[in-house]
Each structure stands twice: as structure tokens, then as C-alpha cells.
């Protein structure tokens, strides 16, 4: 009993299988049988069926076998007219919407035997059991690459990466499916990727988790980050689309979007609607016709666009598309509905991709206006007109034009092309004809195959006059009848592309897109897609990085054995001073004095010290940052070297902060900013003009410390003090003076003053010494002890006094 019921489940299973096999082979195949291409519109393919069905209808055709494929046509076209039997038939090879799915070519097969998952009947997310709407839409990788990726570059596709027992799968699933439903029939690409199945094309795609949604537009892949959510999947479906699809047109822009076809070589379409913003099926649209038609957009509802109203007689209770070519005062074609379907719009556009004469700018615009012949019924003829971009042939390219606008045979396209850019296309077609080589020519010629063989006649040297008119549609009407009258054969080279310098332009808005695209991935932690290209950026970063500290590295080095040669030097004149102290006295006006040295050692580190010129005035001073201080040296060209050496030294130790800034001016150039300046320092000032009257000679600011704070307008000065070994040759400025102003008696033990000019004339052999109480007085700036003096503006380094 089991062996008879294990030989019937064996007989069932054949059964099936032959009759499987027999259906598989008698499906015809309705892109074959109608002559389209996969990629054939709904426009074309209507066109085409509309044609062979008048051809092979059986009350015309008395071809025995005629019934027979008018039956095929019919059946072609049902497949290919419904977008649903079209795409099952695309998936699967089949036409009958009733056979299982187990019977295609995607059953799951062990060796040479087929097992079905409904005999296992899982309840759950596998494929036997999910939705049919899903497994139409199933996703291989050689279909993945042969097929979607070169259509992603006419309209964008949505995909949706699943797998089996995927619990998140099913809360997306209504969304999905209500996404699907609307997208396609906008004309978005749908597709669906089971991981258990097709893991090598969820691995080219970088998915690596499920659920996940990613859009594929011009062969990129972007994936969608956000909640699974009708709106935001429409929003991401436009946002993949270029920005730049569709321009807003208004009554001031009208002009220059419709005069610039003769630029572009393209037809422009206007759309009138209500809506503010571009509705996304137009969007779509322009994409899927960027090549040929240039898009733009106006909003009814703004008060800029009533002109183009009243102009164009628009009708506001429905969107209006009209089409423009040649002619910008007048469309050339106008269609109007409240409910636009796409279909409708890809007809509408499909029929005017062209210009009335549009100028052939490269290959492929030549192998559409001028097709290889295929049948007899199916020849093209080109009528071409060979001219130049010169003011002397617009009236004769003008006469042209008008000529092919009155044409009405489908079998006769007119173009023209430029000389100097094509070139070598020209001089094959002028070499059989004797007429000036600058004067514009009409050659009629029909291509015969991919090669760049071709037929062609020149008919008639164009001067835009009737004669010439009357002789070329002579020419035409003697081709309808006689196709032989085209004696001339030659091969004709390619096309020279003249839209080639357009490439920089578009490879800045694709860099652009890419960066916003990397942007989009950093900001969605999608760190496993974007690991090569920050293990990239990182690898250049860090070269960069150790390329700078080596090259820091060697400067810094550079300037330190600068600095050490130069305090050295300084080292060594101490020495000097120190022996010349030792041996005995410094005559000056016949009087002699024992001087001590500095106690304070010498230090040998490097300070970066800018000179205050009316170069670094502003930026040093006049808009310092809040907060920060510039400490400011006040030398001559005697003095520089020795001053700014020991200046180093006392400053060094404050240079850790980064809110003090070293500088120093040269008096001997800008003396009267100095004394500009000083006048505001009322105590200073005093000061100085004590000093004044003693030795009727100028004021000598060398030595002197100025702590400017530029955004508060304010300074802290410090007068140079000699701090000898005698006692008695201390100057009259003590610590307080330093500081900014206070001075004290500079007798000591009842002895009186010395003169200012004595005591001028050692500090002036001192130099060395005059900032012996820099670093004291440095200390009290920092802690905020220092008086200030308040200046209502910073005088100008403008003036420069010239050296004497």
C-alpha cells in the first residue's frame, strides 16, 4: 500500500512538471512579437501596436498565417499596456497571472529536485506566505546589473532589503505596501532583496542588517535613515532627485528660460499649477527626460506669474503643461486635465522631445534623429543643412527652419549642424559637390548600418530663397517615390561631442552630491558603509599632521640655535661689563663712579617679538581681542640688539599666556606717536617734563614698557631703573615709578639729587641694565597692582619721523 501510494505522489509530481514545461514553451514573447525594447515607453509601445495591428488585421492581410499574429499582437500588447503584467512578465518569463509562484524560475531547488515551502506550511515570513505584491518585485544580482542600474539613470528606485523569520519586517509591511502602490504609479522603480537568498547583492549593496530601505538613482546607492513612514519615504524618494531639475519660472525669468533652447539644443516645457511646491511626478518626469527637454515651473498661485496667465490664456482650475520649441511666443504643443497620470505626461513629452530643426551636438542625438534602417516601411531620411554660427547664416538657417516646420512626413527629419564643429562629418558630406566650400549645403541621407554607412545626396547649395525651397521639396517628393535617387555612399565618422566642456560643471554638482552624501552617512553613524573612506580620510590626516611637526620641528630648531648665538653674543659683552666693573671707573665729564653688574643670570630661551609698524598696528593693538594685552618695547636703532636680547630674558617667563603679546617700537621712527600717546599719562607726563627742564634736551624713551590694552583703551607704562652696585647712582624713578608712575625722592642719607643729565648720561652707557626691574614689574601686571591710564582713542602710526 505505501509502495503504490509513494508511485502515485511520484506520477502527481511529473504531471506537474511537464505541464509546467509545456507552458513555459509555448509563452511568446511580447517584446519580440511588437519589435520594442525592454525600456520601451507606454507612448511606444502604443504607437507600434497601433501600427501592426492595421498591418496584420485579417480583413486586409490575406496572409494564411495573419489571423494567427494578430492574435500575438493582441496578446503583447495586453502584457505590455498593464504595468502590472509587464512587470511579472519582466520577473518571471510568464504571462499567466494564475500559475504559482513555485513554478518560475525562483524555486528553491536541491540538485536536480524541486521542494515547495507549502508543504511545510510555515505560517511565518517566508516566501511561500509572503505577499505576491513582494515576490514580483524580487531582486537578483545579474538583474540587479544588467537591468535596474542602467535604468536608475532615467528613474529612481526604491529597495527593501527583508529576510525570513524578520519580526521587523512585518511592522513595516502595511507601510510598505501603501509606499509601493503610490510610488509606482508616479514611475518609481520598486525592488524587493531577500537576504537568506541573495546575500551576494545585499552585500554589493552594503546592507547588512533587515529591515532596511535604500533608493538607487544614476547607479548610487542612498540609504534611508529615518521612521518607516509614508511621508518620509516620499520626502526621500525626492530627495534623491538632482536639485536642479526643474526651474521656477516667473514673469521675469520667462524670457531667459525660454530663449536659452537655442543654447541647450532642447525643447522647454512649463507647467502651470496651483501648488507651490513642484509636484513630485513632474520632478520624475524631468529626470526621465533631462536629456532631451528642459523643465521648469510655475506657481499660479503667486502674484509674479499673472503676465504668463493672461499671456497663455492658462485656465486656473487645472494644471496646464505647454511645450515650447523654436517659436517662444507661441507653444508648440499644450495639454491640460485636473488628474495628470503618468502615462498621459510621457506621451505628451515622448512627442516632443525634439526641435522642429535641432542642431546634431553629438552621437547620440544622431542616432535618434537619424535611425539605422531596419525595414522597408521603417526608413528615416535626414535632411541636414550644413552651416556656421555666423550673423551672415541666421536669415538662412532662419528660411530653414520655416521650411521643416511645414513638413508633416514622419519619415523625413530635419537637423543642421556647424561646420567648424563637426568637421569631419562635413567634409565627407561636401566632398561630392561643387559649390564654395563656406556657402551653406542640404544633403539628404539615410544611414544603413551601425557601422556609419550611409546613403546621401547633396541636393542644393541654401540661400534660404523660394527656388531653393521649391528644389529641395522637389528632391523630397522624388525620394517618397524613388529612394534610389541617393547615389552617394561613404562611411561617416563619429560625432564630436559639443557639450563636452559641460563635464567640469556637472562634476562639481556630482562631487557635491557625494559630499553631501558622506555628510548624510556620518551624521546616520552608518559606520560600517563608510569605514575605507575615514580609514582614508584618517591615513591622509595623519600624514599631513606628522609632515607639519617635522617641519615645526626643524624651524623651531633653526630659531633656537639663532636665539642661542644671539644671547651668546649677549653673554659675552656682559662679561666685558662685569671685567670693566671689576678693574675700576667710567669717566663721564671728568668724573668717575664704580659700577656693579646685574646679579640676575642670563637666560637663554627664545621670545617671538613682532616690530609695531602701520602694518601690524591694527591687528596688534587697535583690535586686540577682550582680554588679551600687547607689551610693547620702546627702542632705538642704537640700542636694538642689546634691549631686545635682555628683553627675552625678562619676559620669557610670562610667555606661557596666551593673552600677552610681545612687540616693540622704534622711537627713532614713530617719536611723535610716543609723545602723542604719553600726553594722555598725566603723572607720566609730569615726569618727563621734570626731566625736561633739567637738560633741555628731548625725552629719551629707550627703555621704556608700554602694556596696551587695545580693547580697553588703557596702558601701564614702566620707566627703566639702573640698578648699579653704588647705591648713590640709583636714578630718581624707583620700583613705584616703574610701575606706572609714582615717584619717590631719589636722595638718600640727606644727599641731593643728582642732576637729570648725570644720571641720563649712565643710564645712556647702562643700557644693559635699563630692564633690570622688568621682570618685577611684569609680576605686578599680571596680579592687576599696576595703575592704568585711560586714553579716549589710540593715535595713528601715520606719521614717521625721519632719522637724524
Not at 560643471?505 to 552624501?517: F, K
Request: with cysteine; proline share 4%; glycine share 6%.
Amino acid at each position: 500500500m505505501a509502495g503504490m501510494m509513494s508511485l502515485a505522489v511520484v506520477v502527481v509530481v511529473l504531471s506537474v512538471l511537464l505541464a509546467g514545461w509545456s507552458n513555459a514553451g509555448s509563452e511568446i514573447d511580447p517584446y519580440k512579437t511588437l519589435g520594442v525594447t525592454r525600456t520601451a515607453s507606454q507612448a511606444e509601445i502604443k504607437k507600434v501596436y497601433k501600427r501592426l495591428a492595421k498591418e496584420w488585421h485579417p480583413d486586409k492581410n490575406k496572409n494564411p498565417g495573419a489571423e494567427d499574429m494578430f492574435i500575438q499582437i493582441t496578446k503583447s500588447y495586453e502584457i505590455l499596456s498593464n504595468e502590472d503584467k509587464r512587470a511579472t512578465y519582466d520577473h518571471y518569463g510568464q504571462t499567466d497571472d494564475t500559475q504559482p509562484y513555485g513554478s518560475g524560475r525562483y524555486g528553491h531547488r536541491q540538485g536536480s529536485f524541486y521542494f515547495d515551502e507549502s508543504f511545510f506550511n510555515f505560517p511565518f515570513n517566508s516566501r511561500a506566505h509572503r505577499d505576491f505584491t513582494d515576490s514580483k518585485y524580487t531582486l537578483h544580482f545579474n538583474q540587479y546589473v544588467n537591468e535596474l542600474v542602467p535604468d536608475s539613470y532615467r528613474r529612481p528606485y526604491l529597495i527593501k532589503i527583508t529576510s525570513d523569520w524578520c519580526f521587523s519586517c512585518i511592522h513595516i509591511e502595511p507601510v510598505w505596501k501603501e509606499v509601493v502602490q503610490e510610488m509606482e504609479s508616479l514611475g518609481v522603480g520598486i525592488g524587493v532583496v531577500d537576504v537568506g537568498y541573495e546575500r551576494r547583492l545585499a552585500n554589493h549593496l552594503g546592507a547588512h542588517r533587515t529591515p532596511s530601505i535604500l533608493g538607487v538613482i544614476n547607479g548610487k546607492v542612498t540609504f534611508f535613515h529615518y521612521a518607516v513612514a509614508k511621508e518620509h519615504l516620499r520626502q526621500f524618494v525626492e530627495d534623491l532627485l538632482p536639485q536642479r531639475l526643474v526651474e521656477r519660472v516667473t514673469d521675469k525669468t520667462d524670457q531667459q528660460f525660454l530663449n536659452s533652447w537655442h543654447d541647450l539644443n532642447k525643447p522647454h516645457v512649463l507647467l502651470f499649477d496651483q501648488v507651490p511646491s513642484i509636484p513630485l511626478l513632474y520632478k520624475l518626469t524631468a529626470f526621465a527626460y533631462k536629456d532631451y527637454l528642459q523643465f521648469g515651473y510655475v506657481d499660479q498661485g503667486l502674484s509674479e506669474t499673472s503676465d504668463l496667465q493672461k499671456r497663455f490664456n492658462i485656465n486656473t482650475y487645472a494644471p496646464t503643461m505647454l511645450v515650447f520649441k523654436e517659436n517662444i511666443d507661441k507653444p508648440a504643443d499644450i495639454i491640460q486635465a485636473k488628474g495628470m497620470k503618468k502615462q498621459i505626461i510621457d506621451e505628451f513629452v515622448s512627442n516632443n522631445k525634439f526641435l522642429l530643426a535641432p542642431r546634431l551636438v553629438n552621437q547620440k542625438l544622431f542616432d535618434e534623429l537619424c535611425p539605422i534602417k531596419q525595414f522597408h516601411r521603417r526608413r528615416k531620411y535626414c535632411v541636414l543643412l550644413i552651416t556656421d554660427d555666423e550673423e551672415v547664416f541666421s536669415l538662412r538657417n532662419q528660411a530653414f527652419l520655416s521650411f521643416a516646420s511645414t513638413n508633416s512626413k514622419e519619415v523625413v527629419r530635419f537637423a543642421y549642424v556647424y561646420q567648424q564643429l563637426q568637421q569631419p562629418l562635413c567634409d565627407i558630406l561636401m566632398s561630392s559637390k561643387d559649390s564654395l566650400p563656406s556657402a551653406p549645403l542640404v544633403v539628404i541621407l539615410e544611414r544603413r548600418n551601425a557601422a556609419g554607412k550611409a546613403l546621401f545626396k547633396p541636393v542644393t547649395s541654401w540661400n534660404g530663397s523660394e527656388e531653393d525651397k521649391h528644389r529641395l521639396q522637389e528632391e523630397l517628393e522624388r525620394l517618397q517615390k524613388d529612394p534610389s535617387i541617393l547615389v552617394h555612399d561613404a562611411v561617416l565618422p563619429e560625432l564630436n561631442n559639443e557639450f563636452a566642456s559641460m563635464f567640469v560643471i556637472r562634476w562639481i554638482y556630482a562631487s557635491y552630491d557625494y559630499l553631501s552624501e558622506i555628510i548624510d552617512d556620518i551624521l546616520h553613524n552608518n559606520w560600517r558603509e563608510m569605514m575605507p573612506l575615514l580609514s582614508l580620510i584618517f591615513s591622509a590626516l595623519f600624514i599631513l599632521f606628522g609632515t607639519v611637526v617635522i617641519l615645526a620641528f626643524r624651524i623651531g630648531t633653526i630659531l633656537h640655535v639663532t636665539c642661542t648665538k644671539l644671547c651668546n653674543r649677549d653673554s659675552s659683552d656682559e662679561k666685558q661689563t662685569k671685567t670693566k666693573a671689576k678693574d675700576g671707573v667710567y669717566e663721564e665729564n671728568g668724573s668717575s663712579e664704580t659700577i656693579g653688574t646685574s646679579s640676575r643670570p642670563p637666560k637663554k630661551n627664545f621670545v617671538e617679538v613682532t616690530e609695531l609698524t602701520d602694518i601690524t598696528y591694527i591687528s596688534n593693538l587697535v583690535k586686540l581681542r577682550p582680554g588679551h594685552m600687547n607689551i610693547v618695547l620702546v627702542l632705538t636703532d642704537a640700542s636694538k640688539n642689546i634691549l631686545l636680547s635682555k628683553f627675552a630674558k625678562e619676559v620669557y617667563s610670562f610667555t606661557g599666556s596666551l593673552t600677552l603679546h610681545f612687540s616693540f617700537l622704534n622711537f627713532d621712527k614713530h617719536s611723535e606717536w610716543m609723545n602723542t600717546l604719553l600726553e594722555y599719562t598725566q603723572d607720566a607726563a609730569q615726569i618727563d617734563a621734570d626731566e625736561d627742564d633739567g637738560g633741555n634736551r628731548k625725552v629719551d624713551y629707550t627703555g621704556y614698557v608700554l602694556a596696551l590694552n587695545g580693547h580697553k583703551k588703557c596702558l601701564c607704562l614702566f620707566k627703566p631703573v639702573y640698578t648699579g652696585e653704588d647705591l648713590d647712582s640709583k636714578s630718581s624713578e624707583d620700583e613705584g615709578g616703574a610701575s606706572g608712575g609714582k615717584g619717590r625722592s631719589s636722595s638718600r642719607d640727606g644727599h641731593p639729587a643728582r642732576k637729570s643729565n648725570r644720571s641720563r648720561s649712565t643710564s645712556t652707557l647702562q643700557i644693559h641694565h635699563k630692564l633690570d626691574r622688568l621682570g618685577l614689574w611684569m609680576e605686578r601686571l599680571m596680579e592687576g597692582t599696576l595703575p592704568r591710564y585711560y586714553v579716549p582713542a589710540w593715535p595713528g602710526l601715520d606719521k614717521i619721523t625721519p632719522n637724524k
